[in-house]
């Protein structure tokens, strides 16, 4: 099983990112896809998730409005689409897998998204 995410870097205040995560070893299509965050200091958080119909579980609030996730089932991949970015959108981004009728779960190794002028 394999979690892989890339699109994380460096970005000024106001700007975009989008975030992918590539799965493989699993059936995709049987997973709630979530991406969470983890800055320095603080405990993760859910930003986002995906069901696998593809509706949007809630956002978390500090994202709202400027933050969209969206899964390819055909490419077994999940995106977070980033924009208006903040300083405090700075963290390490997770991508998650959860079973729709499990307690299978799986993580991404991270990818860092830094927003900084």
């Known amino acids: 099983v394999q979690l892989v995410e890339s699109g994380g870097g460096l970005v000024q205040p106001g700007g975009s990112l989008r975030l992918s995560c590539a799965a493989s070893?699993?059936?995709?299509?049987?997973?709630?896809m979530n991406w969470y965050r983890q800055a320095p200091g603080k405990e993760r958080e859910l930003v986002a998730g995906?069901?696998?119909?593809?509706?949007?579980?809630p956002y978390a609030d500090s994202v709202k409005g400027r933050f969209t996730i969206t899964r390819d089932n055909a490419k077994n991949t999940v995106y977070l689409q980033m924009n208006s970015l903040k300083p405090e959108d700075t963290a390490v981004y997770y991508c998650?897998?959860?079973?729709?009728?499990?307690?299978?779960?799986?993580w991404g190794q991270g990818t860092q998204v830094t927003v900084s002028s």
């Open positions: 995906i069901t696998v119909g593809g509706g949007s579980t």
């Open positions: 998650n897998a959860k079973h729709r009728f499990s307690t299978r779960n799986y």
């Open positions: 070893g699993f059936t995709f299509s049987n997973y709630v």
